[in-house]
């Protein structure tokens, strides 16, 4: 199957800092990639959808100035939490597909943030 | 963004015995996705149905559509300790770019 790199795996940042996410499809061209939140024991609840060279639609209540997203190439898409807080300590993932509709979702390994 | 309903939320099987989740929408659903997160780990592709009435297997595994398109199901027979793991369904909106996760069943089996 493809492959989808995400990095870093874990980050430990101080609160009022910013961390940025890198999400890579390494063999296939991306032309939606999906970011979500995972919290412990619970599902993966969608944050944004970026499609290469557009902006990303962002789902209700999900902060756009707080969680910046972009998708500036077929094979990489960042998310940026600004100004971290504890609050936003969670499991971050995301998840690519080739095509917009009808196909399969693959997933980076996640990145766990710790803001202290 | 809307939710997919699951159920069971927790499963604990005897190895050997079988397993279902079920996965329930209030909406017709263009087609339903299947995927299995281990513990630790990421959600990996499981399979798709996208046609009404539609059953699939792969191995031990049956996967099936409802014929209204608003449900779905996914049965383990025999379960083996590496089907441990959270099985999810997710849908996308008609024609819609998005990808949503239903709420998850977590599976333990005991040796």
């Known amino acids: 199957g493809a492959v989808v790199s995400q990095h870093p795996s874990w980050v430990i940042c101080k609160s009022g800092t910013s961390v940025k996410i890198e999400c890579r499809s390494l063999?296939?061209?991306?032309?939606?990639m999906f970011w979500y939140r995972q919290f412990p024991k619970q599902s993966l609840m969608l944050m944004a959808t970026?499609?290469?060279?557009?902006?990303?639609?962002?789902e209700q209540g999900v902060e756009k100035d707080k969680f910046l997203i972009n998708h500036a190439s077929l094979t990489l898409s960042t998310l940026t939490v600004t100004s971290a807080h504890p609050e936003d300590s969670s499991f971050y993932i995301c998840s690519a597909r080739v095509r917009r509709t009808n196909t399969e979702a693959f997933f980076g390994q996640g990145t766990r943030l710790t803001v202290v | 963004g809307q939710q997919v309903m699951q159920i069971p939320q927790y499963q604990h099987v005897q190895e050997g015995e079988d397993f279902t989740t079920y996965c329930n929408s209030s909406t017709t659903l263009s087609n339903i996705q299947w995927y299995k997160q281990r513990p630790g780990g990421h959600p990996v592709f499981l399979i798709q149905?996208?046609?009404?009435?539609e059953v699939k297997k792969q191995k031990r595994l049956t996967f099936q559509f409802g014929e209204a398109k608003k449900n779905s199901s996914l049965h383990i027979t025999a379960t083996q300790t590496t089907d441990v793991g959270t099985y999810f369904c997710?849908?996308?909106?008609?024609?819609?770019?998005?990808?949503?996760f239903g709420t998850g069943t977590r599976l333990t089996v005991i040796p």
């Open positions: 063999d296939f061209q991306a032309t939606t």
């Open positions: 970026s499609n290469e060279g557009s902006k990303a639609t962002y």
């Open positions: 149905l996208v046609k009404s009435g």
């Open positions: 997710a849908e996308s909106q008609t024609g819609a770019n998005n990808l949503f």
